[in-house]
């Protein structure tokens, strides 16, 4: 999951709806008011995707209730869509939907789903377009000071006195599995041909990180929470060589 399925507010839901949205690529906002033949309306999350030919328009609506959204709110939402010219229309609950409403939106645009169940639709995708490139952006100077060869660090490195250098080698063998672990994460900017394995479940990831020693066990149960968690752990690292070398000798 990438964060809590279970929002504890329909505000939450929204906003967690939206967000997941911008993140893949879209331009998505809450409380968008659009007008209809009828008059105006307000659309709990509004979204477009500019990068499709056609501007693909999805219109979300919200329902953190404790019960299955029945059919006559799907009738409802049915009018909305034709009326705003939505393309796909989602209904993200937290029950689903009735078993009359799933029967009726299989001839339709619109898609029933529980707030887990549109995470995991766009979980891959935003996987590889932002918690990848979230890592990325940070990972750098890490992945030169621990990479086997790196010209720049080795000048530097020459330039200490021995106990700094001393402190840099136990850093090394300290860290060198985690920044070329981590270095995997900034592959595909370079050669976009490589394709980006997205982990099954945050379980198995973090296992395989903790496989590096106790430093390196985390405890988040999102992979929003995760991605904090393996960014502040970057920026940890990389600062303690730079305090060896004075400064990121990498900007």
């Not at 939450?12 to 309306?41: M, Y």
């Not at 477009?48 to 709110?73: G, H, M």
């Not at 890490?142 to 402190?167: A, C, F, M, W």
């Not at 840099?168 to 995997?184: C, D, Q, T, V, W």
Request: glycine share 6%; aromatic share 14%; with cysteine.
């Amino acid at each position: 999951m990438i964060e809590n399925p279970f929002p504890h507010t329909w505000q939450e839901l929204q906003h967690g709806v939206c967000r997941l949205f911008n993140e893949i690529g879209l331009n998505a906002e809450v409380g968008k008011v659009l007008s209809t033949p009828r008059g105006t309306v307000e659309i709990d999350v509004y979204a477009v995707d500019e990068n499709s030919v056609d501007k693909i328009r999805y219109i979300v609506e919200c329902k953190n209730w404790l019960t299955a959204v029945p059919q006559t709110v799907v009738h409802s939402f049915t009018t909305v869509m034709h009326e705003v010219g939505g393309n796909i229309g989602y209904i993200i609950s937290q029950k689903g939907l009735q078993a009359g409403a799933v029967e009726y939106t299989k001839s339709t645009n619109i898609v029933g789903l529980t707030y887990e169940e549109f995470q995991r639709r766009y979980f891959s995708v935003w996987y590889e377009k932002f918690f990848v490139p979230q890592v990325g952006d940070i990972v750098d100077a890490l992945t030169q000071y621990v990479e086997p060869i790196n010209s720049r660090r080795e000048r530097h490195l020459g330039q200490l006195d021995e106990n700094k250098r001393k402190e840099f080698y136990i850093l090394l063998e300290r860290y060198f599995g985690f920044g070329i672990s981590m270095a995997f994460f900034e592959f595909p900017r370079y050669s976009p041909k490589l394709s980006i394995t997205v982990p099954e479940d945050i379980e198995k990831a973090k296992r395989k990180l903790a496989e590096l020693g106790d430093e390196f066990s985390f405890t988040s149960l999102y992979f929003r929470d995760f991605l904090i968690e393996l960014r502040r752990k970057v920026s940890d690292v990389t600062e303690k060589f730079n305090n060896i070398f004075g400064a990121n000798i990498f900007e």
